[in-house]
């Protein structure tokens, strides 16, 4: 008995320095950003004026809110498509044996951009979107279609879409990467079996490759929602909301209200949703994907 207790509190010696960190970085944030939310303060003045629920009903009542809320929306929707879904397709594309070869190129290829520094990346595709001399429309041009040729950026019912695709460039390698590592652990038996029964490519991928890995499915599809929901850099080198607020998203929001606006509660509000709508659609994901059960 006085072993077993021996044993708990070293290994509670053990863990105290990791949950020290994880409280006072991760959640005591988490509680400071909520009660900051509900004063009324700003950067340049110590006093605070308590305020309540006032700015959450002011955000809720405010139509640009629902813009960044379905923009992000649409981000997360887009990007679990393309990020996930196309990452798994370009994974198991270079992991079958005629492609295996070249495996070390191609994961080179594809996994560059995502080490690229966003600001890189941002002013890189302002340059290739440019309606003058940028590669997008120049190449429209190119093969006859310069009636699609336009101001990616600048006009409101496309800019969205055109900061979305950059970051389905920049990501989507890096996603692949994460596949391509989990399906090099599938046991080959599996595969064999398969053959033996005459099991086609897709039928191998869809029964036996997916379901086999579908823990980093899930994995990637919850970094996926976080990021889209969290987006800021993207959307702030590229358009900062703009043109008209139709590029808006909660990051940019809640910059424009801390440090355009010096609104640091409603600020802090904003913060608050983004954590709640993130932790709620983890969970979602968590419950639906039954991680760490057999189904």
Same mark, same amino acid.
């Given at each position: 008995? @006085?072993? @077993?207790?021996?044993? =708990?509190?070293?290994?509670?010696? %053990? ?19 909520? $009660? ?18 006032? $700015? ?8 640009? !809110? ?59 595709? *302002?340059?290739? $979107? ?28 496309? /800019? &969205?879409?055109?900061?979305? /695709?950059?970051?389905?460039?920049? %990501?989507?390698? %890096? ?15 599996? $595969?064999?079996?398969?053959? &033996?029964?005459?099991?086609? =490519? ?23 929602? &976080?990021?889209? !929901?969290?987006? !800021? ?6 358009? !900062? ?10 990051? @940019?929001?809640?910059? =424009?209200?801390?440090? =355009? ?18 932790? &709620? #659609?983890? #969970? ?8 760490? *059960?057999?189904?």
């Amino acid at each position: 008995m @006085t072993r @077993t207790f021996r044993n =708990r509190r070293t290994a509670l010696l %053990y863990i105290l320095p990791a949950l020290f960190l994880i409280l006072s970085l991760v959640f005591l944030p988490i509680v400071l950003n909520l $009660y900051n939310s509900l004063f009324r303060w700003n950067s340049f003045d110590t006093g605070r004026t308590f305020v309540g629920l006032e $700015y959450y009903i002011r955000l809720f009542k405010d139509p640009v !809110f629902y813009t960044a809320l379905k923009n992000n929306s649409l981000y997360a929707i887009i990007s679990l498509v393309f990020q996930v879904g196309g990452g798994l397709i370009i994974a198991a594309i270079l992991e079958d044996k005629l492609i295996r070869r070249f495996q070390p190129f191609f994961r080179t290829v594809f996994f560059i951009p995502s080490v690229i520094s966003i600001a890189v990346v941002g002013l890189l595709w *302002q340059l290739l $979107y440019n309606p003058e001399v940028g590669l997008v429309n120049g190449a429209l041009k190119a093969i006859g279609q310069a009636e699609w040729a336009r101001s990616w950026l600048g006009d409101s019912e496309v /800019a &969205i879409y055109a900061v979305v /695709a950059v970051s389905q460039w920049q %990501y989507t390698g %890096y996603m692949a990467m994460l596949f391509l590592i989990a399906m090099q652990k599938i046991p080959f038996e599996y $595969y064999e079996a398969a053959m &033996i029964d005459g099991a086609s =490519r897709i039928k191998t991928f869809f029964n036996i490759t997916v379901p086999q890995i579908k823990e980093m499915v899930l994995v990637g599809s919850v970094i996926t929602v &976080i990021g889209a !929901f969290k987006v !800021f850099d993207e959307v702030y080198i590229m358009t !900062f909301g703009g043109p008209g607020r139709s590029t808006e998203v909660l990051g @940019t929001m809640l910059y =424009r209200s801390a440090f =355009r606006n010096d609104e640091m509660g409603y600020a802090s509000t904003i913060g608050t949703v983004v954590f709640v709508i993130t932790l &709620i #659609l983890s #969970l979602v994901q968590l419950k639906l994907g039954k991680s760490g *059960q057999e189904v």
